[in-house]
């Protein structure tokens, strides 16, 4: 088992575009959370999705949107890209049971850069 | 608002001296405490959590409701132990739960 992947690995883009990340969750996991980590920051937790549904959503402005599909896969995508929006994104999965969402395990991340 | 603070950036001991990351939280209720690290080059992974009460390579932490901490500690640090470490919160009535992390300690240990 890989783990959660995430790809791309590294990405860069100008002001005002858009992109989207994938985050494949470790196999048995059902739950895939989005984080921002700044420099020098501590993760921030963007929005986590079960069932294909935005089930929580942190202080992310709407500009951050995201979806999951049928297999449990999930994409972020950020639009009107900002500077301030350059930052690592963690895709965590988890297994939700018995009605709680269990350990988070992250993924490698994608750098992205916005110039 | 619930909050997660790690006074301590960096942290630089010296091999088999006793390291104590320091974490406190801000929150009335019950939480569910963890600390992550994530070792160079390498993703965030779960090193231990509070309920589990299991020492991992050495090191454990203790829930301390009154003091409002969850300190990391490690009474012989190894060169392998360099990492940053964070500590993470969620709410024991979040059923997602959604993590709450601290902003990270860097431990460098020199031989």
């Known amino acids: 088992d890989a783990g959660v992947t995430q790809s791309p690995t590294h990405l860069i883009k100008t002001r005002g575009q858009q992109v989207t990340l994938r985050c494949s969750p470790k196999s048995g996991h059902d739950t895939v959370s989005w984080y921002q980590q700044a420099l020098g920051q501590g993760p921030q937790f963007i929005f986590q999705?079960?069932?294909?549904?935005?089930?929580q959503r942190g202080n992310f402005p709407d500009r951050f949107s995201g979806h999951q599909f049928p297999n449990y896969s999930s994409e972020l995508n950020v639009n009107a890209l900002l500077l301030g929006d350059s930052a690592l994104y963690l895709c965590a999965s988890s297994l939700f049971n018995d009605g709680v969402s269990d350990t988070q395990y992250f993924g490698p991340g994608t750098r992205l850069t916005v110039l | 608002a619930q909050r997660v603070t790690q006074p301590e950036k960096l942290l630089s001991v010296f091999k088999g001296a006793p390291v104590e990351l320091k974490c406190n939280y801000s929150?009335?209720?019950?939480?569910?405490l963890f600390w992550y690290v994530q070792y160079s080059r390498q993703r965030l992974q779960l090193l231990l959590r509070h309920i589990s009460r299991e020492s991992i390579k050495g090191f454990t932490a203790d829930l301390n409701k009154g003091e409002t901490s969850f300190h990391l500690k490690k009474p012989f640090a190894q060169e392998e132990d360099s990492a940053m470490y964070y500590c993470?919160?969620?709410?024991?009535?979040?059923?997602?739960?959604?993590?709450?992390f601290g902003a990270g300690t860097q431990v460098v240990v020199t031989p």
């Open positions: 929150y009335s209720g019950s939480p569910e």
């Open positions: 993470a919160f969620r709410l024991t009535t979040d059923s997602w739960g959604k993590l709450q």
């Open positions: 999705y079960y069932e294909e549904e935005e089930r």
